[in-house]
Nanobody
Framework: QVQLVESGGGLVQAGGSLRLSCAVSARTFSVYAMGWFRQAPGKEREFVAAISWSGGSTDYADSVKGRFTISRDTAKNTVYLQMNSLKPEDTAVYYC???????????????????WGQGTQVTVSS
């Protein structure tokens, strides 16, 4: 059974930084791409960032490019999302997810991910 647990969310002022973590319970962590998504009240869940199974390839939504960095630590079975220069429009519940297939590059479509965490709230005040 695969479990994903996010942490690191909170309240921060605009321009500040947060680092989200997602701990994955599966022994097969290293062969799956991982993604971060977010969902604001009244909006659909949207893609934020993805990292390939090897960590050698990353992809970002245009809205976060240059401000957010996704990374993974295979030894710790953890994927991170470093968020800098935060804006009020970044306020949302952030979810990590594991790709449905192994050895992928990461997907932008939520339906391509099979396992999800419970989410962590990020609130950016102006």
């Amino acid at each position: 059974q695969v479990q994903l647990v996010e942490s690191g969310g909170g309240l921060v002022q605009a321009g500040g930084s947060l680092r989200l973590s997602c701990a994955v319970s599966a022994r097969t962590f290293s062969v799956y791409a991982m993604g971060w998504f977010r969902q604001a009240p009244g909006k659909e869940r949207e893609f934020v960032a993805a990292i390939s199974w090897s960590g050698g390839s990353t992809d970002y939504a245009d809205s976060v490019k240059g401000r957010f960095t996704i990374s993974r630590d295979t030894a710790k079975n953890t994927v991170y999302l470093q968020m800098n220069s935060l804006k009020p429009e970044d306020t949302a519940v952030y979810y990590c997810a594991r790709d449905s297939g192994g050895y992928g590059l990461g997907q932008k479509t939520p339906s391509m991910y099979k396992h999800w965490g419970q989410g962590t709230q990020v609130t950016v005040s102006s």
